[in-house]
């Protein structure tokens, strides 16, 4: 009895590794993280320090003191607060259709047997596979003045002048969805296919009908998924330069073109400095406030 119970106290400490040896995992752990944080702080933090300190500057090049009148100018002004509104107008209606489009989506793809799924899952990814230019473009063949749409409603005899549907924020949009619904159809199928086929048994069984059962179990275990693809989708649509400007034709401004503008066009560094550091802190509260409320929502 005696030798049973000395066995049994022994066991965790001789299955406890010795500290040497957890030493030697974190230290190696650390050689492999090194060299993605090195190129991260690199390629984001050194830039973002650079621009910050740009947008102090009262003027660039050659400056002569500090100020945060340029950041005035554009928290105050109508014209850039409209941009900022529209900017982040833009990617909360992509996100959300995105979301709304992709969940079905991803639902078949992670729990279908079906064998055409296959097919379905090459067509997602296909996409990915072209140019965002060459995307876009392509969307201009068809929403353009002489594009396919047009076209097929001239010959049906509904119109007789063509229908403006570029150069305004729908078009955009419309880009944007077809752009970033993979990245979120990708995001919410990897986290449905781990939710227990059990769970929704068992809300059947309990007499849950199907929406109930999508609502109260379904939906609440694919959130990691729709959150990640969320932040994915939200901050492309935040930086999008190119869809904004072909879709959109001048007519539907946003900061990047802003900011491309103000640096390129202009040759104002230290306000499109101003305006790029604005874009990421604003978008960096739209993220720690969406992650807060994906917190309490956890809790609840």
Same mark, same amino acid.
């Given at each position: 009895?005696?030798t049973? %119970?000395?066995?049994?106290t022994d /066991?965790?400490?001789?299955s406890?590794?010795?500290r040497?040896i957890?030493?030697r995992?974190t230290?190696?752990?650390?050689l ?10 690199a390629?984001?933090?050194w #830039? ?5 300190q740009?947008s102090?500057q !009262?003027?660039? #090049? !050659? @400056?002569?003191g ?5 950041y005035?100018a554009?928290?105050? !002004?109508a014209?850039?607060l409209?941009?900022?509104?529209r900017?982040?107008l833009l ?12 969940? #079905?989506v991803a639902w078949y ?6 064998r055409?799924k296959?097919? +379905? ?5 296909a996409p990915?596979?072209v140019s965002? +230019?060459v995307r ?7 929403l ?8 097929i409603?001239?010959?049906l ?15 955009v %949009? ?5 752009i970033?619904? @993979? ?5 919410v ?5 781990? +939710? !227990? ?5 068992a809300a ?12 109260k /179990?379904?939906?609440p275990?694919s959130?990691?998924g +729709?959150?990640?693809?969320s932040v994915? /989708?939200f901050?492309?649509? /935040?930086?999008a330069?190119v869809t904004p ?6 007519q539907?401004?946003v900061?990047?073109v802003?900011?491309?503008e103000q640096? %390129? ?5 230290p306000?499109g400095a101003?305006?790029?550091m604005?874009?990421?802190s604003g978008?960096?509260?739209v ?7 994906? &917190? &309490?929502?956890?809790?609840?």
């Amino acid at each position: 009895m005696s030798t049973a %119970v000395s066995g049994s106290t022994d /066991v965790p400490f001789a299955s406890a590794p010795p500290r040497r040896i957890v030493h030697r995992r974190t230290f190696g752990l650390g050689l492999l993280l090194a060299p993605g944080l090195l190129i991260l702080t690199a390629g984001l933090l050194w #830039p973002c320090l650079t621009m910050l300190q740009v947008s102090l500057q !009262d003027r660039f #090049p !050659d @400056p002569t003191g500090y100020t945060l009148d340029h950041y005035r100018a554009v928290l105050t !002004d109508a014209y850039y607060l409209r941009i900022i509104g529209r900017t982040f107008l833009l990617a909360g209606v992509v996100t959300l259709l995105t979301a709304v489009l992709g969940f #079905p989506v991803a639902w078949y793809l992670a729990r279908s047997s079906s064998r055409r799924k296959h097919l +379905i899952f090459l067509g997602i990814i296909a996409p990915l596979l072209v140019s965002i +230019i060459v995307r876009t473009l392509g969307w201009t063949i068809i929403l353009g003045n002489e594009g396919l749409v047009n076209a097929i409603l001239r010959g049906l005899g509904v119109i007789d002048e063509p229908l403006k549907l570029m150069q305004g924020f729908w078009s955009v %949009v419309l880009g944007m969805v077809h752009i970033l619904l @993979p990245f979120m159809i990708l995001s919410v199928a990897a986290v449905v296919g781990k +939710i !227990d086929r059990s769970c929704l048994e068992a809300a059947t069984v309990l007499g849950a009908d199907p929406l109930r059962r999508f609502l109260k /179990v379904a939906l609440p275990l694919s959130v990691q998924g +729709i959150a990640s693809g969320s932040v994915i /989708v939200f901050c492309l649509t /935040v930086g999008a330069f190119v869809t904004p400007v072909m879709l959109g034709r001048g007519q539907v401004s946003v900061l990047a073109v802003t900011i491309h503008e103000q640096m %390129v066009v202009l040759v104002d560094w230290p306000t499109g400095a101003a305006a790029a550091m604005i874009l990421t802190s604003g978008t960096l509260v739209v993220l720690a406030a969406y992650g807060l409320f994906l &917190r &309490r929502h956890a809790r609840r």
